[in-house]
T-cell receptor, first 112, second 113 residues
Framework: AAGVIQSPRHLIKEKRETATLKCYPIPRHDTVYWYQQGPGQDPQFLISFYEKMQSDKGSIPDRFSAQQFSDYHSELNMSSLELGDSALYFC???????????FGQGTRLTVV | DAKTTQPPSMDCAEGRAANLPCNHSTISGNEYVYWYRQIHSQGPQYIIHGLKNNETNEMASLIITEDRKSSTLILPHATLRDTAVYYCIVSPLLAYNTDKLIFGTGTRLQVFP
């Protein structure tokens, strides 16, 4: 069965650079969630989208923005990167077919 | 903030049942109990969810107390591959697209040979 696809899997950026993370939800899923997991921490909710509209917002820095496109894929844009942005970034999707959310394998961002 | 309390760590012998408790004393009437696990930096994996009845699937069983203030996830025959952090999360049903999963600190389950 198709799963949530995230790209890239690994990304290395320098401070003050910009990064774009991509998420392709499970087909027919209309809701996408983004999470950040720092080293040794638990996943923290950043933002979510339903039918291409922002549905909820968590502890997402103002330097970050995200959107969901017409094909339901989502992108997380991160600007002015800081060392503290180094983390695993997970995307999850859910849809009308079931009440659970499925997670991708994540993007490991390292800021140097 | 997370609305659940879990022990930080537990051990279990391979082949034995692993019983992971979770307290959620402030759960609302429309909130479900979800369980996810995360195996070493992989994406969290859905295990099971329930509202008030006990649930069972191919991975685990979920026992929810009658007052719904606590629950127990049961892995009937733990294997080494079940070593992971297990998260108990309360949330309205995600199918209505207006809510999200809030992760707490979870229980780190170590299965030993």
């Amino acid at each position: 069965a198709a799963g949530v696809i995230q790209s890239p899997r690994h990304l290395i950026k320098e401070k003050r650079e910009t990064a774009t993370l991509k998420c392709y939800p499970i087909p027919r899923h209309d809701t996408v969630y983004w999470y950040q997991q720092g080293p040794g921490q638990d996943p923290q909710f950043l933002i979510s989208f339903y039918e291409k509209m922002q549905s909820d917002k968590g502890s997402i820095p103002d330097r970050f923005s995200a959107q969901q496109f017409s094909d339901y894929h989502s992108e997380l844009n991160m600007s002015s990167l800081e060392l503290g942005d180094s983390a695993l970034y997970f995307c999850a999707s859910s849809g009308p077919g079931g009440p659970e959310a499925f997670f991708g394998q994540g993007t490991r961002l390292t800021v140097v | 903030d997370a609305k659940t309390t879990q022990p930080p760590s537990m051990d279990c012998a391979e082949g034995r049942a692993a019983n992971l408790p979770c307290n959620h004393s402030t759960i609302s009437g429309n909130e479900y109990v979800y369980w996810y696990r995360q195996i070493h930096s992989q994406g969290p994996q859905y295990i099971i969810h329930g509202l008030k009845n006990n649930e069972t699937n191919e991975m685990a069983s979920l026992i929810i107390t009658e007052d719904r203030k606590s629950s127990t996830l049961i892995l009937p025959h733990a294997t080494l591959r079940d070593t992971a952090v297990y998260y108990c999360i309360v949330s309205p049903l995600l199918a209505y697209n207006t809510d999200k999963l809030i992760f707490g600190t979870g229980t780190r389950l170590q299965v030993f040979p």
